[in-house]
């Protein structure tokens, strides 16, 4: 069974406006990262938040981490045709040796 | 640096073939990992390695081998292929476990 799922599973948005995802997970982790991957593409890191921390920023990407709800969420500003991607978070258990789990992904696309 | 550098991009095999699909990293990195990936499951990690000379099985390991002779290569092997196997695969590198994953570009295989 998948670790982290994203919500929702598609989103839709225009050039200029901010795009929200969430992730949950079930268990308690070491931490929780998000990933992006545009078609036909490897993953590219964006942002890894620790269970210590509450947010974090990159440019246009803000995180939060609420280890209470065991959720996540992340935010891109100002989404460009450029974000169009699937975007996905991962989680860290602490007994895992670092092996990351990955939910099945939220689809973004950023019309212009 | 090139990076993680995935080997054949594109492969069609028939059931019961073996091959092997190759990744190579030249940032000195000692955690490496394969997923595959299925439409609307994610990734899923088949065999990861902490070091050379050390590997472990992950979610998904049966019908896959995988070898850690040298730091900078993490071959994973078909053994007997069967149309289950049919998937996008990715090799991914990092410094070390729990840190963020450099990926590959995927190898896109078809068991027919």
């Known amino acids: 069974s998948q670790q982290g799922e994203e919500d929702p599973q598609a989103l839709s948005i225009q050039e200029g406006e901010n795009a929200t995802m969430n992730c949950s997970y079930k268990t308690s982790i070491n931490n929780l990262q998000w990933y992006r991957q545009n078609s036909g593409r490897g993953l590219v890191h964006l942002i890894l938040?620790?269970?210590?921390?509450r947010e974090k920023h990159s440019g246009r990407l803000r995180v939060t981490l609420d280890t209470s709800k065991k959720s996540s969420s992340l935010l891109i500003t100002a989404s460009r045709a450029a974000d169009t991607a699937s975007y996905f978070c991962?989680?860290?258990?602490?007994?895992?040796?670092?092996?990351?789990?990955f939910g099945a992904g939220t689809q973004v696309v950023v019309t212009p | 640096n090139a990076g993680v550098t995935q080997t054949p991009k594109f492969q069609v095999l028939k059931t019961g073939q073996s091959m092997t699909l190759q990744c190579a990293q030249d940032m000195n990195h000692e955690y490496m990992s394969w997923y595959r990936q299925d439409p609307g499951m994610g990734l899923r990690l088949i065999h990861y390695s902490v070091g050379a000379g050390i590997t472990d099985q992950g979610e998904v390991p049966n019908g896959y081998n995988v070898s850690r002779s040298t730091t900078e290569d993490f071959p994973l092997r078909l053994l007997s292929a069967a149309p289950s196997q049919t998937s996008v695969y990715f090799c991914?590198?990092?410094?070390?476990?729990?840190?963020?994953?450099?990926f590959g570009s995927g190898t896109q295989l078809s068991v027919l």
């Open positions: 991914a590198s990092s410094t070390g476990s729990y840190e963020k994953l450099f």
């Open positions: 938040i620790r269970s210590n921390e």
């Open positions: 991962a989680t860290a258990t602490p007994d895992s040796w670092g092996k990351l789990q």
